[in-house]
């Protein structure tokens, strides 16, 4: 990850459980560059609290009351656009993935996932990456590949990718960063944002929940993300 050894990263936790934070504030103090600025129990207090102390990235639950997780991350990303959102539900319903994404979070993660697969998700996030869990990837899949499923068709006409495209379409599919990329590939990470910035405009899609779903309804990419090892 691109992310200095040095730096810590500073992760602002919302859930309307207190169990719920007072094991992830036990957890993830305990992993390296890590730091637990707070933990609070609504999308209001964490407003407030943004305002106070700097946080690089928020752990944002979905279902609260007075204010959802959606909301929460659209107005952070109005107020705080520097503030990267990650997803923590147990909610895996595709249309709660999209929305959450469409409101501008970084990431979704389930509450099931590892200890160490939430640390990942932290720290390609806060290096300005995506990161959907493999759990979450198979629920997109599953709609995908679904006939009765409800497809939303992005472009009625298929993109036309370069070679080397094509090779970093596949590569976000496995969840590589930027930076694993331009490492596996041997070339500059701003070559790698340059053609992931084409990669969009090219598929007209806006998100990665989109331009995944968009790559496998066009045969772009491997059915099986799963089979691919990840960095």
């Known amino acids: 990850m691109g992310t200095e050894v040095n730096k810590r990263i500073n992760v602002l936790i919302v859930d309307d459980h207190q169990l719920i934070i007072d094991g992830l504030y036990a957890l993830l103090n305990g992993e390296q560059g890590i730091s637990v600025v707070a933990g609070v129990n609504s999308g209001e207090e964490a407003m407030k609290l943004l305002r106070k102390e700097h946080v690089d990235v928020v752990l944002a639950d979905i279902n609260m009351p007075k204010m959802s997780g959606i909301e929460l991350t659209e107005m952070i990303r109005k107020s705080?656009?520097?503030?990267?959102?990650?997803?923590l539900t147990m909610h895996d319903e595709n249309s709660l993935i999209n929305k959450m994404i469409e409101a501008g979070a970084s990431g979704y993660v389930l509450k099931s996932t590892h200890i160490s697969d939430l640390c990942n998700a932290i720290v390609s996030v806060?290096?300005?990456?995506?990161?959907?869990?493999?759990?979450?990837?198979?629920?997109?899949m599953r709609n995908i590949c679904n006939p009765k499923s409800q497809i939303v068709q992005f472009q009625p006409k298929v993109a036309k990718l370069s070679k080397r495209e094509t090779e970093i379409l596949n590569l976000i599919a496995q969840e590589?960063?930027?930076?694993?990329i331009a490492e596996k590939l041997f070339i500059g990470k701003r070559t790698v944002e340059t053609h992931r910035r084409n990669i969009f405009a090219k598929t007209k899609t806006k998100t990665i929940v989109g331009l995944i779903r968009y790559a496998l309804e066009n045969n772009l990419i491997d059915r099986d993300p799963t089979s691919h090892p990840n960095v």
């Open 80 to 87: 705080f656009p520097t503030v990267k959102v990650l997803a």
């Open 126 to 140: 806060a290096d300005g990456s995506k990161y959907l869990s493999q759990d979450v990837q198979s629920v997109i």
């Open 176 to 180: 590589y960063t930027n930076e694993a």
